[in-house]
């Protein structure tokens, strides 16, 4: 299994970037899907960027496409996450998620392993 630990998290204004980092220990980093997740007070937790480990093909949801941009660096074990030109409704916990597979998949039950989370909070 491996560990997974964000940080970068805070507080920033409305049109603000923010990068977040996910540094992943124990098994293979390279050879794992990694995914970015997010989940506001009363909301179920969603899907926001993935990245597989075969051409670094990145996937985005729709609320976040031009805005946000993952990246991995196998060499370092971290996965980012920048945020650029966000907004209240950004705000949530986010998480990273790793899976030993070639798939990026946007769903939370697909994921075996999960960090600790980060706050990210924008104000108006």
């Known amino acids: 299994q491996v560990q997974l630990v964000e940080s970068g998290g805070g507080l920033v204004q409305a049109g603000g970037s923010l990068r977040l980092s996910c540094v992943a220990s124990r098994g293979t980093f390279s050879r794992y899907a990694m995914g970015w997740f997010r989940q506001a007070p009363g909301t179920e937790r969603e899907f926001v960027a993935g990245?597989?480990?075969?051409?670094?093909?990145?996937y985005y949801a729709d609320s976040v496409k031009g805005r946000f941009t993952v990246s991995r660096d196998n060499a370092k074990n971290t996965v980012y996450l920048q945020m650029n030109g966000l907004k209240p409704e950004d705000t949530a916990v986010y998480y990273c998620?790793?899976?030993?597979?070639?798939?990026?998949?946007?769903?939370?039950?697909?994921?075996?392993?999960w960090g600790q989370g980060t706050q990210v909070t924008v104000s108006s």
């Open positions: 998620a790793a899976r030993a597979t070639i798939v990026v998949h946007t769903t939370a039950k697909e994921y075996d392993n």
């Open positions: 990245i597989s480990w075969i051409g670094g093909k990145s």
